[in-house]
């Protein structure tokens, strides 16, 4: 069976009345194109820019930011103050903290559901300064709203920890 599709395919090609040089130059483009496809993936590979290390690297960092949450969810305030990156906690103060997290959940009732929707690693962002970033995007039902938009933002830390440095809801 294999040999008649083999047979078939030899007879469709010779069948186009295609001369030699023809073919070989079918062929050439053929290689060609397979090999820049080949180098394309190998230089991504070797440069670290592949969606293994992005998706370690955001693994990691979701894993840190349900934690997180988990204690804004349990209104552990002061404690997700105390966890979260240098870069927030000089932006406010832990009093401002409770204050302004109180104000923002407490309407919402408790948490029914949170689905992640969109992660992105990235190593720059507008008004930060250089680093390792992920962005979160999750679909949150609470008991009085039935869909909100929570945006996380977290950056390694000098210690490799990824830590909460943005936290808003829409």
Same mark, same amino acid.
């Given at each position: 069976?294999?040999?008649?599709?083999?047979?078939?395919? /030899?007879?469709?090609?010779?069948?186009?009345?295609?001369?030699?040089?023809?073919?070989?130059?079918?062929?050439?483009?053929?290689?060609?194109?397979? =090999?820049?496809?080949?180098?394309?993936?190998? $230089?991504?590979?070797?440069?670290?820019?592949?969606? @293994? !290390?992005?998706? %370690?690297?955001?693994?990691?960092?979701?894993?840190?930011?349900?934690?997180?949450?988990?204690?804004? @969810?349990?209104?552990?305030?002061?404690?997700?103050?105390?966890?979260?990156?240098?870069?927030?906690? %000089?932006?406010?103060?832990?009093? $401002?903290?409770?204050?302004?997290?109180?104000?923002?959940?407490?309407?919402?009732?408790?948490?029914?559901?949170?689905?992640? /929707? !969109?992660?992105?690693?990235?190593?720059?962002?507008?008004?930060?300064? @250089? =680093?390792?970033?992920?962005?979160?995007?999750?679909?949150?039902?609470?008991?009085?709203?039935?869909?909100?938009?929570?945006?996380? %933002?977290?950056?390694? @830390? $000098? %210690?490799?920890?990824?830590?909460?440095?943005?936290? /808003?809801?829409?």
């Amino acid at each position: 069976m294999v040999r008649e599709k083999n047979m078939a395919v /030899f007879n469709f090609w010779a069948s186009r009345n295609l001369n030699r040089k023809t073919n070989m130059k079918i062929t050439k483009t053929l290689l060609m194109i397979t =090999g820049i496809i080949l180098l394309t993936s190998l $230089q991504s590979m070797a440069h670290g820019t592949g969606s @293994d !290390h992005t998706h %370690t690297q955001n693994e990691n960092g979701i894993e840190s930011a349900k934690i997180w949450l988990n204690l804004i @969810d349990t209104r552990k305030y002061n404690v997700s103050w105390q966890t979260a990156a240098p870069v927030f906690k %000089t932006s406010i103060t832990a009093l $401002q903290w409770e204050k302004a997290i109180t104000n923002m959940r407490n309407p919402l009732g408790n948490l029914i559901e949170r689905n992640l /929707f !969109h992660d992105q690693y990235t190593t720059t962002l507008p008004g930060m300064p @250089d =680093g390792e970033y992920i962005i979160l995007r999750f679909v949150t039902k609470y008991k009085n709203k039935q869909s909100a938009v929570e945006t996380v %933002t977290l950056m390694k @830390d $000098q %210690t490799a920890n990824w830590r909460v440095a943005g936290y /808003f809801i829409k």
